[in-house]
Structures are given as C-alpha cells and as structure tokens.
C-alpha cells in the first residue's frame, strides 16, 4: 500500500501493531477509506478533524482514527442523543454532494472516500463457562489407557482421568483420537489460536508448544497473553486439551506436538477493532481461532458481529492461511436450560465458523448445550458428573472440572489441528465437508434426529453428529479439495408490501396470524446457472419480522424436498419488543441438497393475548460449490444487508399484485406448541427433541387458509432502498451489529450494488428506471444505534410469568448489570453448592481452594457479588 510520507511518518510510530486506545481521553472510530474514489487518507482525516491512529488490523484500507473527547461535560448519554462531531463533518461534506457547484468537487469526493464509519465502543465477550457439575470418583481404572500409554510413552499422570480421549466407563465415547497418535499423527507443523482470557505459556504443560509471535493481549496491549485477573483460566485450560505437552504434568493434548498461542481478548472489554484484528493475528501462521465465546447466553440477546468484524471474519477465511482460509471454531453456547439457541448469536450461525456443541460422557445431550440449525458437530465436554480434566493456569496446576460447550470447540479445534497437520492444503470449506461427512449419529432414538435430502442425519442438539477424531482425519488424508464457493443471493421477498429501513424500522408486512403466516419462494435452474452454482452446503434466511414480544416469534424454513429447519424456536426470557430486523439465520440440514424448487418460510407465534406481530420480509441465500472454478468471484459483504430491499413505491411498477411466479404467501390455523419445559438436571438426556414435541410441521391435519398473496418478489436490490433512504436522514435508531453509529455512504453503495446487480434476476417489468444516481445517493445517511445497546444487555430486566422459577436464578448473579458493553455472564449458570463434596482425581495435582477465588474485578462491569463468583468450580 503506498502511503503520503506525512501518514508513513506518523503510521512508523506505531509498526509493532495494535495500540492501547486510551478511550477515557479520546473517542475512536473505524474509517473504511476507498482510496481510488477520494484524496489521500491523510486529506480525509484532516476534513473530518481526525488523527489517524493506525491501520486496523489486517484489513486493507481500514483505519482507526480518533479524536480528543469533549469536555467532562460530554455524557455518554448526550453523546448518544446528540451530534456526533466527526459524523457531523462528514454529514457537512456529504451534504455539498446534491449541490452541483463544482467548487465542491472536493468535499463530495473526500466524503465519497469514506465508505464505513463506525465510533467505537468497548464491549465484553462472554466466555463459554460450563455450568458446575461435580466430577464423580474415578475408580482409578486404567485398564484401557494403560496400554496406549505404555505402547507411547505417555507418562502425564493425568491422562487415564482424560476420559475424553480414553474413556473407561463408556468407551465408545471420546474424542478417538488415540490410534492416529500411533501413526505419528500429533499435530505438528499447526498453530491453534486460543482468543481467550490470555494463556499461561510458562506452564510446564504449556511452554514448550507455545507459540509466542502469534500471541497477543488486546486487554492491556502488550506482546504476551498473561493471564493477570484471578479468573483467567480459561484459554489455559482450552490450550491444555488442544496442546498439552506429552510430559510428567497433568494430562496431554490432542495434538500435543502441535502450537498454541494465546490471543487475549477476553479480561475486559474490547472495541470491535481489537477483535477484528485479533480475529485475524498471525494469519499466515495460525490455522485455526479457537473460541469458546460470545454474546451472552441468557436466552434473550440477539447479536451479530458488527460490520469491521464480519470482515475480519471474511477477511480470515479468503485471506488466511495463503487464501485457504482460517478455521474459526465457535461454540455453541451455554444457554440452552434458558432457551437460547446458537442461531441467535451471529458468530456462531456465521456460514465461516464451525459451531460446535457438547455432549457429555455418556453420549448425553447436557442440558446446558445450545442446539440450532447451524449446529455441525458435537464433541465431549462436561455432564453426567464429569468434566474435562485439562491444564490449569499456575505452577503444575491441573484440572479436573473444566467443561460447557467452551471446552467442547477446543477438543474440536485439536481434531482440526491434527487434520491439518496431514493435510496442510484443506480450506475452511474441506473442512466443514469432512465434518459433515464423518460425523456419526449418537443416541439415534433421539427424537431429535430427522433425515436429510441427502440421506444424513441431522438433529439441532448434535448437528450431523459426533466427531470422530480418527475417521475426520482419515478421510483428510485421501480428501479431494471441494471447488470454490459459489452463492445464490435470491431476491428479497417483500411480505405484505413490507419495507424496512437501514436504521432497523419496519413497516407493512402480514400480520402473524394462528398457525403461522408463510410465504414462499422458488428457485429454478437458472438462478444456479446464473450463479455458477452447483452443490448445496449452507442456506442463510434472513428476515424482517415486527413483534412486540420476539421471544414469542418461531421461524421454520422447509426446503422443496420437505426438509425443514426450525431457524428460531420460542425463547421464553427474551421479551424484546423490535422483532427480527433483517436478522440472518443459518442452517447447514440441508447440505447437499437440491435447492431447486419452492422454499417455504413460515413465521408463527405463540398466540398470547395482547402480543402480536407482522411478518414484512425474508431472503433466502445458498452457499455451496461452483459448477466452473475459472469462473469464481470474491464474495463481498454487503453493508446494507440489514435492509430489506423493496420497490420505490408500494404502487410501482409490481407493488401490491402478485405477478411474481415464484412468491406466494399464505396463512395456517395454529397448533399449539411450546418448547419442552425447563430440563434443567445436571444428567444428560437423549430423548427430547430440541424444540417442539408436536411441532406445526409434522401436524399433516392442518388446514390451509387461501393465500392473501401479498408478497411480492423483488428483482434487484437496485432501486429498492433508494426509496427509503428520504426516512434515513431523520432517522435515529440502528438496529442491531454495529457498536454504536453506522455511517453509511452513497459511493459504496453505487459500487456494491452495480457488481451485484450484473448477477441477479432482473425482469424488466419489475422496476422502474431512477432519476439519477446521484441526488439519489446524495440522500444516503446514516442509521444510529443509541440506547439500544443497553437494552441488548440490560440482562433481567423483563420476564414471562410462567418462568419466574427461571428468572428468579438468574437474577441472582446478573441483576441489571447493564454496564456500557456486553453483560459479562461469569456465574451466570453457576449454581453450585459450595457445600457438595468433591474428591480430586489424584494427589498429583492440586486445585485453587475456593474460598481464594476471588470475584472478579474492575473488569466484570456488571458483576455483582453473588456469593461465589467463579464461572466454574476449581475444587
Ligand atoms: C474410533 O473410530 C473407529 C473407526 O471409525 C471405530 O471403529 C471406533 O469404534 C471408534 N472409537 C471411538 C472411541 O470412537
Ligand atoms: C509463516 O509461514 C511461512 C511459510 O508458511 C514462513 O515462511 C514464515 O517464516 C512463517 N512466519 C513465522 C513468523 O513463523
């Protein structure tokens, strides 16, 4: 990238990467700069009263910037209600853009330069903490493991206790991993990234696997992941089953000749710059990001990455690993007991993560696992009694009560590591492939499981099954590479002439009526040919749904071939009143399938009295292979994607008839139905479907009311939003994703739109010529995110009656904590008794007693003392 030499000179202050960001005496914000549209960077940045900082992460012309705060006077409160003042300048170069002096050419080109403008705000991520369960007495049974240590050398006096890797009660479950080692197949050569709470890399387990340039801790911004708060246990312990060292202390990884480094993201909050670049450390080197985190787990948050980490995440699987892509492991979440469910957490319904749930020993589903549609695979965790037994942070310290979902990716991730190290070549995609191919079922009368198009098994609590280590690096070995990706982004659906505005407002739509309101959508041939598009893998639903209550809403999608996806099932904590503005769902049942032919989704409620909604739109995005790789195409994220498009006027050109072939809408009588009740028992299950026991879907006596057949199909997204963009200027309120203030602006819109538009449906008949790009564009603003943050994390703050048992425990340990960031959840399902007896495992190691574990500190904003506040138990 060539530089003014007044930037190279500032930017060469800063060479060793990210900087600490002193926020209590500056604001922060991200500037996407397109430099082939405007001035120099250094131009903008002066325009706009800006210092630029450094360039963000490794994400091409983006940069962070800052500017002095305002006086003490300045609140967060009237900041959030009042001008922003580098959003202000902008807005004051944007607006010369509809003036056609030529004297502006200038300011409109500085402004068309700044494609994304986003200020800054800090927030916390949630570690994945297992719920406590207590280990049972081991019987000290090596029978089994003896033999492997002996015929290896395995000396770790732990190990026979790591019954996820041998395991003597139930052998059929574990990780199976044993019989690569005996081929020589430990992972060497590969580097996982623990993005955690730091990692303890002087720890004799640790140490010699660590892999210090990889590491970074965008808490305190220094070189190495110390861990420094009392409870930064947590990527140790994540690193030890990935990498433990084959030594005399404690236990050994998976892949124990492979590296970790530790990415410290997690003893604090972060602003989303921080996590995009950490989402992409050393990622040349560093294979896979194992994290066991997220938005919290309380069953009513809905949250997706904002729009600079979607592109570090994009950015990671086109760029990383020499454009093979980065292996971001996800798990799935810790919330079930509460209802949550993996698709509401935008990390872990990514199409570019692996989302991996638990289940325990004994092969049962706990009952803390979250389940969803974008669920692939389960791994062993904790439950039934027992927890992982893992490295711990300090001196020869080991543990034996690590688990949840958290400690389920990083057994995963090894499994990867070890892949990997066989098959350096794999891309992100490879991956996903062996995953669904090797999974294998577990309990199969689960009455979870449904069949897939493709003859698989699929269930929302374990994805397409359990991982078995040895069969998922045996079919690397011999894996032939899976062509490029290709898509199918299909025209939005307007439902009852519903529209929607960048700022998340919502207008129109069909009312939810009893039984569901349903439109549908058909695929045919071409819009695969058009595309390049040859074999299914992920399908992506986005939607637009009013609600005055969204944890009452359930969504389905049913394929052509009858297979449905349960995308939201009811969650009974979550009473926030803005429904699904353009949220995105992701569900990978239906890989493999044909997705030609008529998709349905169907958006229903739970009836109650006083609650109600409308169903305004949806879209339906496939992923998968491409038919002629010569063909292939960078995917770009749109930044508009949280709008549904829709027609310049409700009376235009296809307003309200339905001339559309490919779109019907039409409404059901209802059944009723529930989630199953609260399954709150530290035992394991494996008879309980995930959602719905008398689901609408498998009620063949519903009758079917005519369609009102208001939908309307719409062919580009071209002139769509062009007609909202009037309402944008005035309009306040963004959604859901960015941190705080999104400024959007024309120039990148023009750009995105003109290449998407070259690759989509459009019938002539369907919309009508614009009035000039320009004044149109001109009219682009921005949508701001104000109080809602708050509300997003403001945790207990509303509840059902018919769930007080729940909600009177959870308001035990997050009691309207709302700080300024995420809710950190430590303790959140922490309802241990400190009175339960525990037995450790062996004398060989020892475990912090608990009256020393401190609650956590100035970093825990809404932490507030609720006995013991440790998210999980050290005995
Ligand atoms: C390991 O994989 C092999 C081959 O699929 C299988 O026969 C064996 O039962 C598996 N063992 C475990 C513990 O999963
Ligand atoms: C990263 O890997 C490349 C080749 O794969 C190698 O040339 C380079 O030295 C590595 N960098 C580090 C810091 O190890």
Redesign the pocket.
């Known amino acids: 990238m060539r530089l003014p030499f007044s930037l190279f000179l500032l930017l060469s202050h800063f060479a060793a990467g990210a900087r600490k960001h002193t926020f209590d005496t500056h604001d922060y914000y991200i500037l996407e700069h397109d430099p082939l549209v405007g001035p120099p960077l250094s131009q903008v940045a002066s325009h706009l009263g800006v210092q630029v900082v450094e360039p963000a992460g490794e994400l091409d012309n983006f940069w962070v910037v800052r500017i002095p705060k305002q006086g003490p006077s300045t609140s967060p409160s009237e900041r959030d209600g009042g001008e922003d003042r580098v959003y202000a300048a902008l807005e004051a170069l944007r607006s010369t853009i509809s003036a056609r002096d030529p004297s502006h050419h200038v300011a409109r080109s500085i402004a068309n330069s700044v494609k994304h403008l986003a200020r800054q705000e800090l927030r916390q991520r949630v570690k994945r903490a297992p719920p406590p369960i207590y280990p049972s007495q081991d019987d000290d049974d090596h029978a089994l493991a003896q033999p492997i240590m002996d015929e290896l050398g395995i000396h770790d006096p732990l190990f026979p206790a790591q019954w996820h890797i041998i ?1 003597e009660k139930y ?4 990780m ?1 991993v044993t ?1 690569l080692w005996e081929k020589g197949i430990t992972g060497v050569g590969i580097v996982t990234a623990l993005v955690d709470d730091g990692l303890d890399y002087e720890h004799e387990d640790i140490a010699d696997n660590f892999w210090a340039p990889g590491s970074y801790d965008y808490n305190d911004h220094q070189n190495l992941p110390t861990p420094k708060l009392p409870d930064d246990r947590h990527g140790t312990r994540c690193a030890g089953q990935i990498a433990g060292v084959k030594n005399t202390v404690c236990g050994v990884g998976i892949a124990y000749d492979s590296k970790v480094s530790g990415v410290r993201i997690l003893s604090g909050s972060v602003s989303d710059i921080d996590e995009a670049a950490a989402l992409n450390f050393h990622y040349q080197n560093t294979s896979i990001y194992s994290c066991s985190w997220g938005p919290a787990d309380n069953g009513k948050s809905m949250e997706s990455p904002s729009y600079v980490i979607e592109r570090a995440i994009l950015n990671g699987v086109q760029n990383g690993r020499d454009g093979k892509g980065s292996i971001f492991v996800f798990a799935s979440g810790n919330g079930a007991r509460h209802a949550d469910q993996c698709n509401f957490d935008g990390y872990t319904n990514s199409i570019y993560s692996v989302t991996i749930s638990a289940v325990d020993l004994k092969g049962l589903h706990p009952p803390y696992s979250e389940p969803c549609a974008a669920n692939l695979l389960v791994a062993y965790s904790s439950g039934s009694g027992n927890h992982i037994v893992t490295t711990d942070r300090g001196k020869g310290r080991c543990t034996n009560t690590h688990g949840g979902t958290s400690a389920a990716a990083p057994n995963a991730a090894a499994v990867f590591a070890l892949a990997l190290s066989v098959r350096p070549e794999l891309t992100w995609r490879d991956m996903q492939h062996l995953a669904v191919r090797t999974a294998e079922i577990i309990n199969p009368d689960d009455p979870d499981w449904e069949k897939t198009a493709a003859g698989r098994h699929f269930s929302y609590k374990y994805g397409y099954g359990r991982l ?4 998922f690096v045996t079919l690397a070995q011999e894996w032939e590479l899976v062509k490029p990706q290709a898509w199918v982004e299909l025209p939005a659906v307007q439902v009852g002439n519903g529209k929607s505005t960048l700022s998340g407002d919502m207008s129109g739509g069909l009312p939810i009526v009893p039984g569901g309101t349903t439109s549908t959508f058909t695929i045919t041939s071409e819009d695969l040919e058009r595309n390049n598009f040859d074999k299914l893998e992920h399908i992506t639903v986005r939607v637009w749904i009013k609600h005055h209550r969204r944890g009452d809403v359930e969504v389905e999608v049913t394929s052509p071939n009858e297979i449905t996806s349960i995308l939201a099932a009811r969650r009974r904590l979550d009473a926030d009143k803005d429904g699904f503005p353009g949220w995105r769902f992701m569900s990978v049942k239906h890989w493999d399938e044909d997705p030609r032919g008529t998709w349905t989704l169907r958006v229903s409620d739970i009836g109650a009295e006083g609650r109600t909604g409308h169903f305004v739109g949806w879209q339906l995005a496939l992923y998968g292979s491409t038919k002629d790789p010569s063909l292939v195409q960078e995917y770009q994220l749109s930044l508009f994607e949280k709008l549904l498009p829709s027609l310049p006027s409700p009376n235009g050109p296809s307003g309200d008839n339905d001339e559309s072939p490919s779109s019907t809408t039409k409404v059901h009588p209802k059944p009723t139905d529930h989630l199953p009740g609260d399954h709150g028992e530290t035992e394991g299950e494996a008879d309980k479907p995930a959602f719905h026991d008398d689901h609408p879907a498998n009620d063949a006596t519903k009758p079917s009311i005519t369609a009102t057949a208001s939908a309307t199909m719409i062919p580009t997204a071209d002139e769509g939003w062009f007609s909202d963009m009037s309402t944008l200027v005035s309009n306040q309120k963004w959604v859901f994703g960015a941190a705080s203030i999104v400024i959007m602006f024309g120039i990148a819109a023009g750009i995105f739109l003109c290449r998407r538009s070259l690759r989509r449906r459009r019938p002539a008949e369907h919309y009508s010529a614009l009035p000039g790009d320009e004044v149109a564009l001109g009219a682009m603003s921005h949508g701001r995110r104000g109080p809602r943050t708050k509300e997003l994390y403001d945790a207990f703050g509303e509840h059902d009656d018919d769930d007080s048992d729940e909600n009177t425990a959870l308001r035990v340990d997050s009691p309207g904590g709302a700080g300024p960031g995420l809710e950190f959840h430590e303790g959140f399902l922490d309802d241990e008794d400190p009175n339960t007896p525990r037995t450790a495992l062996t004398s060989a190691y020892r475990d912090e007693p608990e009256k020393d574990t401190p609650s956590r500190g100035a970093a825990s904003p809404s932490r507030s003392g609720s006995g013991d506040g440790s998210w999980e138990h050290a005995s």
Do not use: D, F, M, V
């Open positions: 395991n052998p059929e479950h574990a199976n019989r078995n280590g040895y069969e």
